[in-house]
């Protein structure tokens, strides 16, 4: 009998959530996606330090200090990242804007374009690429933008449905609405909790797809930030899920029978009203939504965070040389 991972492989494409490319090979994912916490996390690993030495040796003699050096090497690393992985995948990865960049429409433009000019450097068609951006106001701005370069986007932090529908009014490739983070929030605020079918996580992202599948929209619905095996089979049948390898292996060891819950045929015949996506209706959509206001914020947050820890050990690494 197929494994639940070998099921769920029949109806969602399966992207692996990791910066760990060693465990991309067990589980044969389409894709790949990481965040700076995932590789800040494999950059402390042994065997991923070469990555690291390569970075700061191109760089060993250059004439940048300060921030601009802390930049090139982040960009050098995490598009390091991405060129191993997309070496064991065959389709695309996700690489992050720096999260410090969400309000800032303009410079999350100008980092796309250099961490597509190191892909493009490296020997990576465009196509293959997917720029991470947080789901803010600004950063959907610049999505739209950059989709009409032909740089496709990924936007991430994604926790709510005016969110989802900004992001598709913009024309963006992907959207990676966070399941799991979502339930965190109901579950130290209520203190309940939730079987796969309640879980607010889920009907979340339910929602945004019936929305889309309703109204036509071509953006790829990309489940993300799972808690469970359970959250990740209620979600069967949306375009893509991007799983940690802990639930990879927990699917990939799993028996029982997986069912498509989510259909295109289904969605478009529900009745479905129409939200608005101008920028004061989303602000003022997302403000009356306390858990996607203060999950957005508090990503936002923990992003930057990693980001300086990388940017801190990348420096020190330098200094050393």
């Known amino acids: 009998m197929l494994s639940l991972l070998d099921q769920l492989k029949q109806h969602t494409t399966v992207v692996a959530d990791t910066g760990d490319f060693r465990q991309m090979e067990e589980f044969s994912p389409q894709d790949a996606t990481t965040n700076p916490s995932l590789i800040l996390s ?11 030495d390569k970075a700061v040796s191109d760089l060993r003699n ?19 990242f991405g060129l191993e992985i997309l070496k064991r995948v065959p389709g695309r990865v996700s690489s992050e804007v720096d999260a410090r960049l969400s309000f800032d429409a303009r410079a999350t ?12 450097q490296g020997g990576v068609e465009r196509e293959r690429v997917l720029i991470k951006i947080a789901s803010t106001w600004e950063g959907i701005c610049a999505a739209r933008e950059l989709e009409k370069e032909g740089i496709h986007c990924n936007l991430t932090l994604l926790f709510s449905l005016v ?22 929030w109901y579950s130290k605020n209520t203190g309940e909790s939730y079987t796969p079918e309640k879980d607010p996580g889920v009907l979340s992202v339910r929602s945004i797809y019936h929305y889309y599948k309703k109204y036509g929209y071509p953006v790829q619905i990309m489940g993300a930030s799972f808690r469970n095996t359970g959250e990740i089979l209620a979600l069967a049948g949306c375009d893509l899920l991007t799983i940690s390898p802990s639930l990879l292996g927990e699917l990939a060891a799993g028996q029982g029978e997986v069912h498509c819950e989510l259909t295109p045929a289904a969605s478009a015949a529900m009745n479905i009203p129409r939200v608005p996506s101008d920028e004061r209706s989303f602000r003022f959509l997302l403000n009356e939504d306390a858990m996607a206001t203060e999950k957005t914020a508090e990503g936002i947050r923990r992003f930057s965070a990693d980001i300086r820890k990388l940017e801190d ?7 050393d040389a």
């Not at 250059?62 to 390091?80: F, H, Q, T, W, Y």
């Not at 050990?313 to 200094?319: E, I, K, P, T």
Request: glycine residues 6%; positive net charge; charged residues 25%.
């Open 62 to 80: 250059s004439p940048l200090i300060g921030r601009k050096l802390a930049d090139e090497l982040m960009n050098r690393v995490i598009v390091a």
């Open 109 to 120: 433009m100008d980092k796309a374009h250099e961490i597509i000019r190191l892909y493009e």
């Open 42 to 52: 494999a950059a402390k690993a042994p065997e991923y330090r070469p990555i690291l």
């Open 163 to 184: 969110q989802a529908v900004a992001c598709a009014e913009a024309g963006v490739r992907l959207i990676s609405p966070f399941v799991g983070r979502i339930l965190d």
């Open 313 to 319: 050990l990348l420096l020190g690494m330098h200094a």
